[in-house]
C-alpha cells in the first residue's frame, strides 16, 4: 500500500462552476457568517469554501477519480476494510479566491498508514493532497483523511449507558430502586417538579418533599428511533414523553405495544423493568386502543 503514496488521486480536476457570488451568499447564510469581506463589488470568497469549489456534485467531475486511487480503495475492501468514515480536513490558503476565478486541481495519495486499532476497528488511514489553481497559480491546499477499517465485532451484550446520579437526583434513583416513581414537591407553593432539580421554578424555594406517582399517564408526544443504532438498544423502538396523572412529564421507553402502533393520547401505565444487575428503569407500558 505504500507504493500508493505520491500516486494521483485525480488528475486535472476542474471546477463545476467558477467562484462566483450566489455560491457566496448561499454559504455565508447557511453559516451566518456576515464578515463584510464576502459581499459587494470587492468581495471574496470565504476561505473555508476552498472545498466547495472542487467538489463534482451528484454526478461527479468528467475525468473522475485516478485509477490509482480505485485500486488503492480496492485493495483496502479486499483486506476486510470494507468502511469508510471521514476523519479529518486541514486546509491551507494562500491566496483569496474572487468571483470568476476558475479553479483547477489535482489530487495525490499523500500517505496510507499502518494498520492501526480504533474504538471503530483496524484500519489504514489515508490522506490525500489536493492542490487547487488558478491558472498556474496555487491558491490553496486541501487535506483530507478518511480511515478504511473492518467494521469491530460488536461485544455480544452491550449494556445500556448508566445513569447520571448526582446530588440533586438521588433521591429520584432511590426511589426508582424501590420501584417508586417520585415527583419533587416544593414545600412553599407544592409545585410538583420533574425532572429533579436543586430548587422550585415557580418561587424558587430550595425546600421539597416527593410524592409518589400513581403509575397512570397518557402519551403527550413520541418519537420512533430508527437510527443511528446504539449498543443495548434495537430500533425501531418507541420513545414517549409521558404526561402522569400528577401532570408533570416524563421520557421513557414506551413498550408492550408495538412501535407504530404508539399515539399521541395513549393510556400508559408505569412499570419497573429491571436491565441487568444494576440497572432498573421505569418505562411505560402502552394501552392500544
Ligand atoms: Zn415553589
Given at each position: 500500500m505504500k507504493a500508493y503514496e505520491g500516486r494521483a488521486a485525480a488528475v486535472a480536476g476542474t471546477g463545476r462552476?467558477?467562484?462566483n457570488l450566489p455560491m457566496i451568499r448561499h454559504w455565508c447564510e447557511a453559516m451566518g457568517?456576515?464578515?463584510?469581506?464576502?459581499?459587494?463589488?470587492d468581495a471574496i470568497a470565504p476561505p473555508t469554501m476552498l472545498q466547495a469549489w472542487i467538489m463534482g456534485g451528484l454526478?461527479?467531475?468528467?475525468?473522475?477519480?485516478a485509477r490509482p486511487y480505485e485500486e488503492l480503495l480496492a485493495l483496502l475492501d479486499e483486506e476486510g476494510c470494507t468502511s469508510v468514515v471521514a476523519t479529518d480536513c486541514e486546509q491551507e490558503y494562500l491566496r483569496p479566491l474572487r468571483p470568476g476565478d476558475e479553479v483547477a486541481f489535482d489530487t495525490v495519495i499523500e500517505s496510507v498508514s499502518e494498520r492501526k486499532t480504533t474504538k471503530l476497528g483496524t484500519g489504514h488511514f489515508v490522506t490525500t493532497r489536493t492542490d487547487v489553481r488558478v491558472g498556474s497559480e496555487l491558491v490553496g491546499t486541501h487535506r483530507f483523511r478518511i480511515l478504511k477499517y473492518a467494521p469491530a465485532r460488536r461485544k455480544q451484550r452491550e449494556r445500556r449507558p448508566r445513569p447520571v446520579v448526582n446530588r440533586d437526583n438521588a433521591g429520584f434513583w432511590e426511589g426508582v430502586r424501590e420501584h417508586r416513581l417520585l415527583i419533587q414537591r416544593c414545600t412553599a407553593c407544592a409545585t410538583l417538579r420533574f425532572p429533579?432539580?436543586?430548587?422550585?421554578?415557580?418561587?424558587?424555594?430550595p425546600d421539597w418533599d416527593t410524592v409518589e406517582a400513581e403509575g397512570t399517564g397518557t402519551v403527550f408526544s413520541y418519537v420512533v428511533m430508527h437510527h443511528p443504532p446504539f449498543p443495548a438498544f434495537e430500533p425501531p423502538y418507541a420513545i414517549g414523553l409521558v404526561e402522569l396523572a400528577e401532570g408533570v412529564r416524563i421520557v421513557s421507553n414506551v413498550v408492550?405495544?408495538?412501535?407504530?402502533?404508539?399515539?399521541?393520547g395513549m393510556p400508559v401505565r408505569l412499570e419497573f423493568r429491571r436491565y441487568d444487575e444494576e440497572l432498573t428503569l421505569p418505562v411505560f407500558q402502552g394501552v392500544a386502543q
Open positions: 462552476d467558477p467562484v457568517d456576515r464578515n463584510p469581506a464576502y459581499a459587494g463589488p454526478d461527479g467531475h468528467a475525468g473522475g477519480r429533579w432539580l436543586p430548587g422550585c421554578h415557580a418561587c424558587g424555594c408492550g405495544v408495538p412501535y407504530d402502533k404508539v399515539r399521541i
